[in-house]
């Protein structure tokens, strides 16, 4: 079963009952219903053939108003202000040697308003998971603690602030409802240094030379 399995034995075969198998569907690529809509199938049957008995072209455009793309193409379109260690679009990779970080004087006390812009092509996309990496402290005292994301196309949302936690690892953050836009920003309010002082502003001697701005490694949508 496993590939570093250096025995040659069999293993034991694995009996299941029928009552406890489910079927699955495979991951589709395929257009997702608007929020609060139907999906096509449901639409070709209200209205095609076994319904009001429109034309198949009729049905075809009534679908494509209710549909949504899931994420595909992610670029990274700006930011309000950048150190200048790397290009932006550094956030989209996942090299932990490579990563955006605010100017210098950008957040005060550990506290700010910085932001990455992203686009998600021409169409509305429905984005439902944002996930993001960054470094731990004592590390990562810039790594950004606290942020929303904005909604600046096609009408202007926020969500609620979440949080990230000292860890490592790529933290994935599901959104409900989930967004459904073409741009969109991260907003970064407050980072780590700032956060491990109990929520207080942190005088800027204990933050340390460069303390007064925030920054992550990666950032990745589905």
Same mark, same amino acid.
């Given at each position: 079963?496993?590939?570093?399995?250096?025995?040659?034995?069999?293993?034991?075969?694995?009996?299941?009952?029928?009552?406890?198998?489910?079927? /699955?569907?495979?991951?589709?690529?395929?257009?997702? +219903?608007?929020?609060?809509?139907?999906?096509?199938?449901?639409?070709?049957?209200?209205? =095609?053939?076994?319904?009001?008995?429109?034309?198949?072209?009729?049905?075809? %455009?009534?679908?494509?108003?209710?549909?949504?793309?899931? /994420?595909?193409?992610?670029?990274?379109?700006?930011?309000?202000?950048?150190? =200048?260690?790397?290009?932006?679009?550094?956030?989209?990779?996942?090299?932990?040697?490579?990563?955006?970080?605010?100017?210098?004087?950008?957040?005060?006390?550990?506290?700010?308003?910085?932001?990455?812009? @992203?686009? @998600? =092509?021409?169409?509305?996309?429905?984005?439902?998971? $944002?996930?993001?990496?960054?470094?731990?402290? #004592?590390? %990562? #005292?810039?790594? /950004?603690?606290?942020?929303?994301?904005?909604?600046?196309? #096609?009408?202007?949302?926020?969500?609620?602030?979440?949080?990230? $936690?000292?860890?490592?690892?790529?933290?994935?953050?599901?959104?409900?409802? +989930?967004?459904?836009?073409?741009?969109?920003?991260? /907003?970064?309010?407050?980072?780590?240094?700032?956060?491990?002082?109990?929520?207080?502003?942190? #005088?800027?001697?204990?933050?340390?030379?460069? %303390?007064?701005?925030?920054? $992550?490694?990666?950032?990745?949508?589905?």
């Amino acid at each position: 079963i496993w590939k570093d399995q250096e025995s040659k034995e069999e293993s034991p075969m694995l009996a299941v009952k029928p009552e406890n198998l489910r079927r /699955v569907s495979l991951p589709s690529d395929a257009p997702l +219903p608007v929020l609060d809509s139907i999906g096509r199938r449901s639409i070709s049957r209200l209205f =095609g053939d076994t319904g009001w008995g429109l034309p198949d072209n009729v049905v075809a %455009g009534i679908a494509s108003w209710l549909q949504i793309l899931r /994420v595909s193409d992610v670029t990274v379109t700006g930011c309000s202000s950048s150190r =200048g260690d790397f290009p932006i679009s550094a956030v989209l990779n996942d090299a932990e040697n490579e990563w955006w970080i605010s100017e210098s004087g950008t957040c005060p006390d550990g506290h700010g308003r910085e932001y990455l812009e @992203f686009s @998600f =092509g021409a169409e509305l996309c429905r984005v439902t998971v $944002l996930a993001m990496k960054i470094p731990p402290l #004592p590390y %990562g #005292p810039l790594s /950004v603690r606290d942020f929303h994301l904005e909604v600046i196309d #096609p009408m202007q949302s926020t969500t609620p602030t979440l949080m990230t $936690l000292d860890s490592r690892e790529m933290q994935e953050f599901v959104l409900f409802p +989930p967004l459904e836009c073409r741009k969109l920003r991260l /907003v970064c309010t407050r980072n780590a240094a700032a956060a491990m002082m109990s929520g207080e502003h942190v #005088p800027r001697s204990l933050l340390g030379r460069g %303390g007064d701005c925030i920054g $992550l490694f990666q950032v990745g949508f589905a």
